[in-house]
């Protein structure tokens, strides 16, 4: 069993990557992810049952249309491998646990923010309520309903944090400093690891960002660096290793 599991949950992850790639790339231009039907960007050719095998169409297609031989951009072939092996990692680290469905949500918010924050620098909206309520209905189901409001508490204090350090980055750089969605992300890690995790995801995240905007700020002349990749894989590291940061805490405490 344990095998079908890991098969069948490597499946679900990376026929679900096909499907958030649509809406990470249709929904910031306002499209419908409905209608029309899966199709080649360039020449609108309506894709087959079989060009939208996930992992196996990109490979059986060489990444090409088949119509008008243009690239099929390879992000999506490399979210739908990634989808499946990380929904398959979590089963085997977790089992089916409240922290395995909660793992599984936030693996999809990692890919769907990766596509539309690097590629529009746009966090969305709707996978941020969804995965809200989906931990918070969780908690509920998997403790009780006092443990649920706390974690809601945590979020909101972790988004008024968030919401004062764009406030006060503002006043600074006379820019802005974080985006809205970064700031309603925020809300996301309060509520799945509670505050001293959050802060302890906020510090991961600044380092797994330095890299990237240290490599923008020289190459790039418009210095925008798009937080919210780093923030949510922070997230998930976190999630992951949680006895392990737990640890670091207790040093402190």
């Known amino acids: 069993m344990e095998v079908f599991y890991s098969i069948m949950f490597f499946i679900l992850g990376s026929v679900l990557a096909s499907f958030y790639c649509v809406l990470?790339?249709?929904?910031?231009?306002?499209?419908?992810?409905?209608?029309?039907?899966?199709h080649c960007e360039h020449c609108n050719h309506p894709l087959k049952w079989y060009e939208l095998i996930p992992i196996f169409s990109y490979l059986f297609l060489r990444g090409k249309c088949r119509a008008c031989h243009k690239r099929i951009p390879v992000y999506e072939f490399i979210c739908e491998i990634i989808t499946g092996l990380l929904f398959m990692l979590s089963y085997w680290h977790f089992g089916l646990s409240y922290s395995f469905w909660v793992s599984l949500f936030l693996i999809s918010l990692l890919i769907l923010i990766f596509v539309s924050d690097f590629k529009y620098m746009i966090i969305l909206?709707?996978?941020?309520?969804?995965?809200?309520?989906?931990?918070?209905?969780?908690?509920?189901?998997?403790?009780?309903?006092?443990t649920a409001l706390y974690s809601l508490l945590d979020g909101v204090l972790l988004f008024l944090?968030?919401?004062?350090?764009?406030?006060?980055?503002?006043?600074?750089?006379?820019?802005?400093?974080?985006?809205?969605?970064?700031?309603?992300?925020?809300?996301?890690?309060?509520l799945t690891v509670g505050l001293p995790y959050g802060f302890m995801v906020l510090v991961?995240?600044?380092f797994l960002a330095l890299p990237y905007a240290t490599f923008s700020l020289l190459t790039n002349s418009s210095h925008e660096v798009p937080y919210g990749p780093f923030l949510i894989s922070a997230l998930c590291i976190v999630f992951l290793y949680y006895e392990k940061f737990s640890y670091i805490l207790?040093?402190?405490s």
Not at 163 to 181: C, P, S, T, V
Not at 182 to 189: A, E, G, P, T
């Open 125 to 146: 909206d709707s996978p941020l309520v969804i995965t809200s309520l989906a931990i918070f209905g969780l908690k509920i189901f998997y403790f009780n309903l006092e």
């Open 250 to 252: 207790n040093l402190f």
């Open 204 to 206: 991961l995240s600044t």
């Open 161 to 190: 944090f968030m919401l004062f350090i764009a406030f006060l980055g503002k006043k600074i750089f006379k820019r802005e400093a974080l985006g809205g969605g970064d700031i309603k992300l925020s809300f996301v890690i309060g």
């Open 24 to 38: 990470a790339t249709r929904l910031p231009e306002g499209k419908s992810i409905v209608r029309p039907g899966s």
